[in-house]
């Protein structure tokens, strides 16, 4: 991949620009724009609570996928079917929350990208989470119960002695950044107990403001092929119920994004220029380099939402933005064992 960097001096921030665009990549976005209101309508409603997932049968002929709960939380962990002492052994714990508009479970993408991750990634055990969805669990019911369940997950990384990355795309991304900014304020009200179980979030073309009135959205609109701005707003109005969109709960870019700095938190992410929720995701990047939150991101123009999901279909560009995810997410890594070593830590 070739790739050029901006980073200036005293950001925080590491941006991978890339460009180009493939003609199938190209044909296949022309293609797939008249159907994207089939393919995002929205299947029957979920009950109140985590939703029991049935897993996807061409993942499970890739992994062993094993279902347990948490916190009232089914969570579905992979494991490498061929050797399943590796996961067993990593210390790092990835827990994806999966895009659908706060009201879809996991499709087959989603479930496909994970047995990559587990692939690719050994050191990492991963973890697939099924959480609330609207419309019978929005915000006010659905972000009680991730919060109960981050607790358990936090009190399981002190007591087994592992560190934690969420993980998430799109309504999943945005997921992803409020839990990882609950987890930085809970960590700061006792910090003396440790690092934070959180050690790093990764968003892929997150939802970050929920209000949608940046005017960098009509202009993105024409050419996104999947999401629109009528979408985004009926979905972020779905998602809210009793809370006022403005409420940093589920417009994270109206946080206090300070807390992921001193909890230590890396934020990492990805955006694509053809996606109408970009130009708000860029905005939070930036908050983020101001606000001297340390984290790597990919900026690929011309591509559609979510593009690193393409890579269960073999696109080309799919699989690149998922090698790119997989390096950023071994590297952090290294940097938390380097890190150890320099302060001394066992």
Not at 140 to 157: G, I
Not at 192 to 202: A, F, I, N, R, Y
Not at 245 to 254: A, G, N, Q, V
Not at 305 to 316: G, I, K
Request: with cysteine; glycine share 6%; charged share 25%.
């Amino acid at each position: 991949m070739a790739v050029s960097s901006e980073a200036p001096t005293k950001s925080s921030i590491r941006v991978t620009h890339e460009e180009n665009r493939s003609t199938a990549n190209a044909a296949a976005q022309h293609i797939i724009k008249p159907f994207a209101s089939l393919i995002l309508r929205p299947g029957a409603d979920e009950l109140a609570g985590s939703p029991r997932l049935t897993p996807n049968k061409h993942a499970e002929r890739v992994c062993t996928i094993k279902e347990s709960q948490t916190a009232d939380t089914w969570i579905y962990t992979f494991e490498n079917s061929q050797d399943p002492k590796v996961q067993a052994a990593a210390e790092h714990r990835l827990y994806y929350f999966a895009g659908g508009g706060f009201r879809g479970v996991p499709a087959k993408e989603h479930w496909m990208f994970c047995t990559e991750l587990c692939m690719k990634l050994p050191e990492y055990e991963i973890n697939l989470v099924s959480y609330p969805l609207s419309p019978n669990s929005p915000a006010l019911k659905s972000l009680p119960h991730l919060e109960l369940l981050y607790r358990a997950l936090a009190q399981q990384s002190i007591d087994e002695n592992f560190r934690i990355t969420l993980m998430g795309d799109s309504s999943g991304g945005n997921i992803a950044l409020v839990l990882g900014l609950y987890a930085a304020a809970e960590h700061l009200k006792a910090p003396s107990t440790g690092p934070c179980p959180v050690e790093t979030v990764m968003a892929m073309s997150p939802a970050t403001d929920l209000r949608n009135e940046n005017p960098d959205i009509d202009v993105v609109d024409p050419h996104d092929p999947i999401l629109s701005r009528k979408l985004i707003e009926e979905v972020a109005h779905g998602w809210k119920g009793e809370l006022p969109l403005s409420d940093p709960r589920i417009s994270p870019i109206l946080a206090d994004l300070t807390l992921f700095r001193k909890a230590g938190i890396k934020v990492d992410g990805v955006t694509a220029g053809n996606d109408v929720l970009t130009p708000d995701a860029i905005l939070f990047r930036k908050k983020l380099d101001e606000c001297g939150v340390e984290g790597d991101w990919l900026e690929w123009e011309k591509q559609m939402h979510c593009f690193p999901l393409l890579s269960a279909f073999h696109v080309r560009e799919g699989t690149a933005g998922k090698d790119w995810i997989v390096d950023v997410l071994r590297a952090n890594l290294n940097s938390a064992a380097n890190a150890s070593k320099s302060s001394g830590a066992p």
